[in-house]
C-alpha cells in the first residue's frame, strides 16, 4: 500500500511523494529519531572501515584490499535495497560505512601516487571536486527515482565497473 502526501510547488502545481519508508516501518512519531541513528551508525561504520582497511592493506596490498572493500560495498549495497526492515537496512548500512571509506580514499592515493609531487594538490582539488559533483547529481537522482531501493541500487550499480580495473 502506497501513501502519497501531496505537496504544493506553487499555486498551480503540486507533486505527489511517496512516504513508503517512513509509514512501512513505522518511523514516525516516537521513532522519528531512528533514521538519524541509521546515519550515525554509518558514520561508525565508516571510522571502523578506515582503521580496517589500513590493517588489510598493510597485510595484503592495496590492490587485494580495495577489491575486497569495493566487493563488500556492492554486496551490501545491493542487499540494502531489498533488506525487509529498518534493522537489517541499519546494519547493512554499518558494512557499506566500513567499505566505503577504503573504496574512497584508495582512488585517491593511487592517483597522488601516479602524479607525482608537483600535482598531487591538483589531483587532490580534483577528486573532491568530481565527489561534490556526484553528490549534486544524487540530489537528482533522489529527486527523479522516488523509492529508497531502487536509490539503493542505482547509486550501487556504477561500483561494479570498478571491477574492470582488476586487470
Not at 547509486?155 to 580495473?165: I, W
Request: proline share 4%; charged share 10%.
Amino acid at each position: 500500500m502506497e501513501t502519497f502526501s501531496e505537496v504544493s510547488l506553487n499555486s498551480h502545481t503540486s507533486l505527489k511523494l511517496p512516504l513508503r519508508t517512513p509509514v512501512e516501518w513505522n518511523l514516525v512519531c516516537d521513532l522519528a529519531w531512528l533514521p538519524s541513528l541509521a546515519f550515525s551508525i554509518f558514520f561508525i561504520g565508516t571510522f571502523i572501515g578506515q582503521w580496517l582497511y589500513i590493517l588489510v592493506m598493510n597485510r595484503f596490498g592495496r590492490r587485494v584490499s580495495f577489491f575486497t572493500f569495493l566487493a563488500i560495498q556492492c554486496l551490501f549495497g545491493v542487499l540494502t535495497a531489498v533488506a525487509p526492515n529498518f534493522l537489517y537496512f541499519t546494519v547493512l548500512r554499518f558494512f557499506i560505512g566500513v567499505a566505503s571509506s577504503a573504496v574512497v580514499s584508495s582512488p585517491l592515493a593511487l592517483a597522488q601516487e601516479l602524479v607525482g609531487p608537483k600535482h598531487r594538490n591538483n589531483v587532490s582539488v580534483l577528486s573532491q571536486s568530481a565527489r561534490s559533483l556526484g553528490f549534486m547529481i544524487l540530489s537528482i537522482m533522489a529527486f527523479l527515482v522516488r523509492d529508497w531501493s531502487h536509490i539503493a541500487l542505482v547509486t550501487t550499480l556504477p561500483f561494479f565497473a570498478f571491477f574492470l580495473y582488476w586487470w
